[in-house]
């Protein structure tokens, strides 16, 4: 089995040598070198030819995101994952830098007890991001019967289940590993008039969400917030489920609100896409209309079943278009996809569902 060449991008010495030693202790992963700023990084590349970097953002000489610049000009499709740590400031330059081209990110341990630790902290997250990125690709979709529905008086039997006709009450999202750029693209071809709350699952930390929530709302026509519990859940606004809470809708008199728990982890995730989609179903049955972005893992695809069940649609973004075509994927191969989107195509697809179901025109900006 060929190994991933990874080369490691830090300033600190100390970092280096941890990552290093994290990393050469999973045996399908080759450090293959290392490089105390960005340009050295940048002299290295075509004499070690590595798959993967891991690049720090704070460095002297040239710092992550200026490398960030060059390596998408001189190497458009060498994935880089960022290191960042828990803070408002590292969570904007984090955003600025997957901006700029990087595919993913881990947060630098902090107040962890030993090496140790550290090493343990860091292998954990980082080795299934690059496992993810440097995979061989996935298995063909393997097709698998939609459902269908009953025979009727004078007409064939085993004719395809046609819910088009049914109103779409919500939109949930859940998406994970190039999310922020998939959520700008997806919320900001949405019309500012459309007639049904979203509702969003992205895996990222706290303080990592509020970020990502300000700045999609300069961005798109809708208003997006993170949640909080007790929000109302109504048209023409977006609510991102905070880092590290599970978010669930649920009826509030006449209304729908949001709630926000600390509960187990699904998916080792939290908050999970199959929370926030069960409790999707359970408000609005099968007037759902779930959208599955690119990420690693598969949260979202249990979930997904039960939107199918309810006689709600699935949509999911193509493996040429997502980062990583783990959590679409995974839910296009158990065959519960209404549509396999290109990224570019998956706001359009959006609204004219959401019009249909209420007899509406399509905007011309959402077909454009």
């Given at each position: 089995?060929?190994?991933?060449?990874?080369?490691?991008?830090?300033?600190?010495?100390?970092?280096?040598?941890?990552?290093?030693?994290?990393?050469?202790?999973?045996?399908?992963?080759?450090?293959?070198?290392?490089?105390?700023?960005?340009?050295?990084?940048?002299?290295?590349?075509?004499?070690?030819?590595?798959?993967?970097?891991?690049?720090?953002?704070?460095?002297?000489?040239?710092?992550?995101?200026?490398?960030?610049?060059?390596?998408?000009?001189?190497?458009?499709?060498?994935?880089?994952?960022?290191?960042?740590?828990?803070?408002?400031?590292?969570?904007?330059?984090?955003?600025?830098?997957?901006?700029?081209?990087?595919?993913?990110?881990?947060?630098?341990?902090?107040?962890?007890?030993?090496?140790?630790?550290?090493?343990?902290?860091?292998?954990?997250?980082?080795?299934?991001?690059?496992?993810?990125?440097?995979?061989?690709?996935?298995?063909?979709?393997?097709?698998?019967?939609?459902?269908?529905?009953?025979?009727?008086?004078?007409?064939?039997?085993?004719?395809?289940?046609?819910?088009?006709?049914?109103?779409?009450?919500?939109?949930?999202?859940?998406?994970?590993?190039?999310?922020?750029?998939?959520?700008?693209?997806?919320?900001?071809?949405?019309?500012?008039?459309?007639?049904?709350?979203?509702?969003?699952?992205?895996?990222?930390?706290?303080?990592?969400?509020?970020?990502?929530?300000?700045?999609?709302?300069?961005?798109?026509?809708?208003?997006?917030?993170?949640?909080?519990?007790?929000?109302?859940?109504?048209?023409?606004?977006?609510?991102?489920?905070?880092?590290?809470?599970?978010?669930?809708?649920?009826?509030?008199?006449?209304?729908?609100?949001?709630?926000?728990?600390?509960?187990?982890?699904?998916?080792?995730?939290r908050p999970a896409v199959d929370v926030l989609f069960r409790s999707v179903v359970e408000v609005y049955g099968g007037r759902t209309l779930a959208v599955v972005l690119t990420g690693m893992g598969?949260?979202?695809?249990?979930?997904?079943?039960?939107?199918?069940?309810?006689?709600?649609?699935?949509?999911?973004?193509?493996?040429?278009?997502?980062?990583?075509?783990?959590?679409?994927?995974?839910?296009?191969?158990?065959?519960?996809?209404?549509?396999?989107?290109?990224?570019?195509?998956?706001?359009?697809?959006?609204?004219?569902?959401?019009?249909?179901?209420?007899?509406?025109?399509?905007?011309?900006?959402?077909?454009?």
């Amino acid at each position: 089995m060929k190994k991933i060449r990874v080369m490691v991008v830090d300033d600190s010495v100390v970092v280096r040598r941890l990552v290093t030693d994290s990393l050469s202790a999973d045996p399908r992963i080759d450090v293959v070198g290392v490089a105390p700023n960005g340009k050295v990084a940048l002299a290295k590349i075509a004499q070690l030819n590595p798959d993967l970097i891991t690049l720090d953002i704070e460095m002297p000489v040239m710092d992550g995101l200026e490398t960030l610049l060059h390596l998408r000009k001189l190497h458009p499709k060498l994935p880089v994952i960022m290191f960042s740590t828990l803070t408002e400031r590292g969570a904007a330059t984090t955003l600025d830098a997957l901006e700029r081209g990087a595919r993913d990110y881990v947060t630098k341990p902090a107040n962890v007890g030993s090496v140790v630790e550290s090493m343990a902290a860091v292998r954990a997250q980082i080795v299934p991001k690059i496992l993810a990125l440097c995979a061989p690709p996935p298995a063909p979709v393997i097709p698998v019967r939609r459902p269908v529905a009953p025979a009727a008086a004078g007409t064939p039997a085993g004719r395809p289940l046609d819910r088009t006709s049914t109103p779409v009450d919500v939109l949930a999202i859940g998406v994970s590993t190039g999310g922020p750029d998939a959520l700008s693209t997806v919320l900001s071809g949405l019309p500012a008039d459309l007639p049904v709350p979203v509702v969003i699952v992205q895996h990222m930390p706290p303080v990592f969400t509020a970020q990502l929530a300000q700045r999609l709302d300069k961005r798109c026509p809708l208003t997006v917030t993170e949640a909080r519990a007790g929000d109302v859940v109504v048209p023409g606004r977006v609510l991102l489920a905070p880092g590290d809470f599970h978010m669930r809708v649920r009826r509030v008199g006449a209304g729908v609100g949001v709630s926000l728990d600390q509960g187990t982890p699904e998916n080792y995730c939290r908050p999970a896409v199959d929370v926030l989609f069960r409790s999707v179903v359970e408000v609005y049955g099968g007037r759902t209309l779930a959208v599955v972005l690119t990420g690693m893992g598969a949260d979202g695809a249990r979930a997904s079943a039960d939107v199918v069940a309810a006689g709600g649609e699935v949509y999911v973004q193509d493996e040429a278009s997502s980062v990583v075509w783990g959590m679409p994927g995974a839910v296009a191969r158990a065959g519960l996809a209404d549509q396999q989107l290109p990224l570019g195509d998956v706001a359009a697809a959006i609204t004219t569902r959401v019009r249909a179901g209420r007899g509406g025109a399509v905007p011309a900006r959402a077909l454009a």
